[in-house]
């Protein structure tokens, strides 16, 4: 036996115990673990076996680290297999989550008991597979398809009460998982209750499988698991259990070699080690219990509306009572999406628009509070007033956080008396739904204030990500260049509305106009406009149209009109025939010849922009890792998650290749197209994005 299976005899149940800390992964040592302690029950006499985890959880599934490394039997298929076909009796309990493998070790048992907390599901296409050891071939002959097809393809997580309905578990009961096991495989024992193999059970009349594959995979808007899966459950209805454990084996395999399940799998890692950074190892946060934001705008009601839902009172100030009782509206507005959805009660709302939100429009009410974000106009001027006086009134060791999404943090903070307590909290709208964070390091920042900084994230349940200070940070530095390399193609022959159409059919959200639109056209005229004024570089590429459409006072979905026409009542828009005479009228003054763009093109032109600009913000150390700017995209800017981020498609893609195409369009555009030195260097070297993150974890 391995140490990852602890075997202890009770009268006549051999009781296995899962101990591979922190979730029980069924790495090898677990598979083996479990084969041996099945055959060692059967073999010194005992009449059942109870399964159950050790620590905070059954197992978590199979163990993810071992994916894209040679596989060391016994599989977890087998396992499952052999659990099942044992004569003797075998009981699951299950407690903490038994997710992907592990219910599939469940479902080979004959008996599920779980504790009410427990929850379970099949997460796999979640991470870019599927089920591989009997999940679409036992959970519909024991739950039937309508209910397999959801739990499989969206990888949710069942709770137990759910699970017992649904017919997964066969008991639900409080207690210690041991305990309430123990009793359980006792009664079945002392009842003569049968043996129960799922494999055995007959399978659900077969449906139409290639309707169900399309739909799935057009709701996958390209993640490819989901659709996969339904072949997986299609063979549990057409085939005999055997030929279907195999049929879904060479599924499985099928996804296992994709580009997407590498992508998957290296968001699910990224996005846990993004928080850890090695400085911090130790570092005390600042006491944080309660939360000062200036300004009630949109994004600051949405950031007193996550932190008043992370249990954080908040006050907020407003430069007239008028204002704070408008941004508590807009605080209630969010609120009233939560208490919809159930998320909290009415008793909740009420105290979170009532006891714990303070509204204030005069500074002093700032002097006790342990941190406050300013959410005020973007303007280095009206910050450094804001800050000024922030640095008067607040208490010794409070935070003093700015929510700049592009000024100088440094200089913000050269404002104050106290700069270490200075760092910037980027957070994106509307702040309440966006999980990216980015915690924006100035020179002067003391350790504690960037810990408390993550803490705070932590606490709202964003995914943090440490910035350098940088014109845009990480990710507006990289929209900033990749949105121009868009522009360039319009002005050269695309049309906005191909390029929309290229990037979302390669998988984000929208497309960059699109987005645009729904920002506000006002942001980037007023950008425009303050470039110019500050004089541009004469090799930059410059381009107007869009003045037009905003001088008449369409600024995008919010007044109706932008790249698109917005009806009311209808979603999304159509193209605005206007944008496309402007653009032919500029392309003409130009000179431009316009030409022929395919959408792998411009996928190509706009990716290479990209991570151009992010290898440079990883180069200059803006980003600490490339799974930093990784985790920002996916998180801030739609960036498909099945593609891991822009630098992990870079690998996927090849470094070499990406260069040689930067260098291809600096043959035309050498002021835009200089190739980032850490991608020379990395090309150079043999290397990928990846080494640099394996090296600075
Ligand atoms: C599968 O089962 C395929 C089979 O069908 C067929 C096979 C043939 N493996 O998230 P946390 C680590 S596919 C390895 O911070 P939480 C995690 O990286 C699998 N490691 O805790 C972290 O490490 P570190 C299907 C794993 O309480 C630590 O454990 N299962 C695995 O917030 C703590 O994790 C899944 O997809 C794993 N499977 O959440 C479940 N899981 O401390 C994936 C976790 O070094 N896991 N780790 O950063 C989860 O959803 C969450 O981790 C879980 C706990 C809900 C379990």
Redesign the pocket.
């Given at each position: 036996m391995t140490d990852a299976i602890g075997y202890e005899r009770v009268g006549d149940i051999a009781v296995l115990k899962a101990q591979n800390p922190?979730?029980n992964?069924?790495?090898l040592d677990v598979r083996q673990g479990l084969v041996d302690g099945i055959e060692r029950a059967e073999s010194e006499g005992a009449k059942a076996v109870l399964i159950y985890g050790d620590g905070?959880?059954y197992f978590?599934?199979?163990?993810?680290?071992e994916f894209g490394k040679p596989p060391q039997g016994p599989?977890?298929?087998d396992v499952c297999t052999r659990i099942e076909s044992s004569p003797l009796l075998v009981i699951s309990a299950l407690h903490?989550?038994a997710?992907?493998?592990?219910l599939?070790i469940a479902l080979g048992s004959h008996y599920r008991i779980a504790v009410p907390s427990a929850r379970i599901g099949?997460?796999?296409v979640?991470?870019g597979?599927?089920?591989?050891?009997g999940?679409t071939q036992r959970l519909p002959r024991l739950i039937g398809i309508d209910a397999s097809v959801d739990v499989i393809t969206s990888g949710r997580?069942v709770g137990a009460k759910e699970a017992l309905s649904l017919g997964i578990l066969d008991r639900v009961e409080e207690g210690e998982p041991r305990e309430i096991g123990l009793a359980y495989a006792q009664e079945l024992l002392d009842q003569g209750a049968p043996r129960r193999a799922i494999s055995e059970m007959p399978a659900p009349e077969s449906v139409d499988f290639d309707a169900l594959y399309d739909s799935v995979l057009k709701k996958g808007r390209g993640l490819l698991a989901p659709a996969v899966a339904i072949r997986g459950i299609q063979a549990c209805c057409e085939l005999p259990f055997d030929e279907g454990m195999k049929r879904e084996r060479e599924l499985?395999m099928e996804l296992m070699s994709t580009d997407q399940r590498q992508g998957m799998i290296h968001a699910?890692?990224s996005e846990?080690?993004v928080s850890?950074l090695p400085e911090l190892k130790g570092v005390e946060p600042r006491a944080l219990n309660s939360l000062g934001v200036i300004g009630g705008g949109t994004m600051g009601a949405g950031i007193a509306t996550a932190a008043l839902l992370a249990g954080l009172p908040v006050v907020m100030l407003e430069m007239t009572a008028e204002a704070a009782e408008a941004a508590k509206g807009r605080i209630a507005g969010n609120l009233q999406g939560a208490l919809k959805r159930g998320k909290i009660s009415q008793e909740k709302f009420d105290h979170l628009t009532g006891e714990a939100l303070t509204l204030a429009t005069d500074y002093d009410a700032l002097s006790d509070v342990d941190l406050v974000i300013e959410a005020v106009f973007e303007e280095m001027g009206v910050k450094k007033e804001v800050f000024g006086k922030l640095d008067a009134v607040c208490k010794k060791g409070a935070i003093l956080a700015s929510n700049t999404s592009y000024l100088d943090v440094n200089e913000i903070a050269a404002s104050t008396s106290r700069p270490e307590d200075v760092i910037g909290l980027h957070f994106f709208s509307p702040a309440h739904v966006m999980k990216l964070l980015e915690i924006v390091v100035a020179d002067k920042t003391a350790l504690d204030v960037v810990a408390t900084g993550f803490e705070l994230g932590k606490r709202l349940k964003k995914i943090s990500v440490r910035a350098g200070v940088c014109d845009g940070f990480i990710g507006n530095r990289i929209l900033a260049t990749y949105r121009k390399a868009a522009d360039h193609m319009v002005l050269d022959g695309a049309s906005p509305y191909q390029i929309d159409k290229a990037l979302t059919d390669f998988g984000f959200a929208m497309g960059p106009f699109a987005v645009a639109d729904l920002a506000g056209l006002d942001i980037g005229w007023a950008v425009r406009k303050r470039k110019r004024a500050e004089g541009m570089d004469p090799r930059e590429r410059d381009s107007s149209y869009m003045d037009k459409i905003c001088e008449a006072g369409n600024f995008g979905q919010k007044t109706g009109k932008g790249y698109y026409v917005y009806e009311a009542g209808k979603r999304g828009g159509t193209p605005n025939p206007e944008v496309a005479e402007l653009i032919e009228a500029e392309r003409a003054e130009k000179g431009i010849t316009p030409k022929e763009f395919t959408d792998e093109e411009i996928v190509t032109r706009y990716m290479a922009a990209m991570v151009n600009e992010a290898a440079k913000v990883v180069g200059e150390g803006i980003a600490r890792r490339p799974l930093d700017v990784d985790m920002t995209l996916l998180f801030g800017y739609g960036f498909p998650r099945y593609r891991g981020g822009p630098l992990k498609w870079a690998d996927m893609q090849g470094l070499d290749t990406l260069l040689a195409n930067i260098k291809s369009y600096a043959e035309e555009d050498d002021y835009f197209w200089q190739p980032a030195p850490l991608l020379e260097q990395l090309v150079a070297e043999g290397r990928t994005f990846d080494d640099l993150n394996k090296e600075n974890s």
């Open positions: 922190p979730v992964a069924l790495g905070r959880t978590a599934g199979a163990d993810i680290r599989f977890l298929p903490g989550t997710l992907g493998g592990g599939e099949l997460p796999e979640l991470i597979v599927m089920p591989g050891a999940g997580q499985f699910f890692f846990r080690a850890k």
